[in-house]
C-alpha cells in the first residue's frame, strides 16, 4: 500500500468518521426491524377485490398467497406507491382552495347559527336580574334561607348551561374566522410533521384521509397504471402511476 499517490477525496478525518460509521452499522437498517406499511387494509386489487399487503417493500395482491389463486395484478414498490399518494395529498387534499372552501362552508353552517346567540345572551340576563330579584327578596326578609338556597342553585345551574353553551357558539364562530396566512401556516406544520414523521403516524394519517384505495393493471411500455383513491371527506379521485417518471394526477373521477 502506498499512501498519498493521488489527491484525496475527502478528508482524513471524514474517513475515519465513515469508517467508524460503517463499522458500528449506523447506516444499515436493522436485520429485524419491522417495516411500517401506510397502505395496508385499505389498498385494493381493482381485479379481483382482494387487499394488497405489504411485504419487504413491496405491495401485492394477497391473492397470491391463496393455494390455487394466482392474481395477474403486478406488484408495486412500497416507495413509489406511497410517494404517488402522498404527492394526492400535498397537492390537492392540502390545497389551500380546497382548504379555504370548507371553511367557508364551515361559517355558513355556524352562521345559521348566529341567531342563537342574542337569544341566548337575552336569557343569561334574564336569568342575572332573577337572581338578583332573589337576593333582594331574601335581604328585605321576604323569603327565608332555605327557599333562596333552592331558589339560587336552579338559578345557577341554568345560568351555567346557558353561558356554557353560548360560550361554545362564540369560539366556533372565531375559530372559523381565519387568514390565508393562518391555513398556509397550518397546511406547512401538517406537511411537516406527516411527511417526515414516524411510519406509523403516516398509516394514521392516510386511514384518516382514505377509506380504499384501488390499484389497477399495469399497461403499456414504458407501464402505466392507475390508483383510484376514495376519500373520506373527498370524491373519488384517479392517478396515473408511471414508470420511470413515477406518478401523474389525473382529473378526478
Same mark, same amino acid.
Given at each position: 500500500m502506498k499512501e498519498n499517490t493521488h489527491e484525496h477525496l475527502v478528508d482524513a478525518d471524514t474517513a475515519d468518521r465513515i469508517r467508524n460509521?460503517?463499522? #458500528?452499522g449506523l447506516r444499515d437498517t436493522p436485520s429485524g426491524a419491522k417495516r411500517i406499511y401506510a397502505l395496508s *387494509? $385499505?389498498?385494493?386489487?381493482? %381485479?379481483? *377485490?382482494?387487499?394488497?399487503? *405489504? +411485504? #419487504? *417493500? $413491496?405491495? =401485492?395482491?394477497?391473492?397470491?398467497t391463496k393455494p390455487g389463486d394466482k392474481c395477474p &395484478?403486478?406488484?408495486?414498490?412500497? #416507495?413509489?406507491?406511497? =410517494?404517488?399518494? @402522498?404527492g394526492v395529498i400535498n397537492t390537492q387534499i392540502l390545497n389551500i382552495n380546497n382548504i379555504r372552501a370548507v371553511v367557508n362552508?364551515?361559517?355558513?353552517? @355556524?352562521?345559521? &347559527?348566529?341567531?342563537?346567540?342574542?337569544?341566548?345572551?337575552?336569557? /343569561?340576563?334574564?336569568?342575572?336580574?332573577? $337572581? #338578583?330579584?332573589?337576593m333582594k327578596l331574601y335581604r328585605v326578609g321576604t323569603i327565608d334561607e332555605d327557599l333562596v338556597h333552592i331558589e339560587l342553585v336552579s %338559578?345557577?345551574?341554568?345560568?351555567?348551561? $346557558?353561558?356554557? &353553551? %353560548? +360560550? &361554545?357558539?362564540?369560539?366556533?364562530h372565531g375559530a372559523v374566522d381565519v387568514s390565508d396566512v393562518e391555513i398556509r401556516t397550518a397546511v406547512g406544520n401538517f406537511k411537516d410533521e406527516v411527511m417526515h414523521a414516524d411510519p406509523k403516524i403516516r398509516k394514521r394519517a392516510i386511514r384518516a384521509l382514505f377509506k380504499e384505495i384501488w390499484i389497477h393493471p399495469k399497461k403499456g411500455a414504458p407501464w402505466k =397504471?392507475? /390508483?383510484? /383513491?376514495?376519500?373520506v371527506c373527498v370524491p373519488l379521485t384517479r392517478l396515473s402511476v408511471a414508470s420511470p417518471t413515477g406518478f401523474e394526477p389525473v382529473l378526478p373521477a
Open positions: 460509521m460503517k463499522q #458500528r *387494509g $385499505i389498498m385494493k386489487c381493482a %381485479l379481483c *377485490g382482494t387487499n394488497y399487503t *405489504g +411485504d #419487504r *417493500g $413491496i405491495y =401485492r395482491c394477497n391473492a397470491s &395484478n403486478n406488484d408495486i414498490s412500497q #416507495r413509489k406507491v406511497e =410517494r404517488a399518494v @402522498f362552508r364551515v361559517k355558513k353552517m @355556524f352562521q345559521a &347559527n348566529e341567531t342563537e346567540i342574542p337569544s341566548l345572551a337575552k336569557r /343569561l340576563a334574564q336569568i342575572e336580574n332573577e $337572581i #338578583r330579584r332573589v %338559578l345557577q345551574k341554568q345560568k351555567k348551561a $346557558i353561558q356554557e &353553551n %353560548l +360560550d &361554545n357558539l362564540k369560539a366556533a =397504471r392507475i /390508483l383510484e /383513491l376514495k376519500g
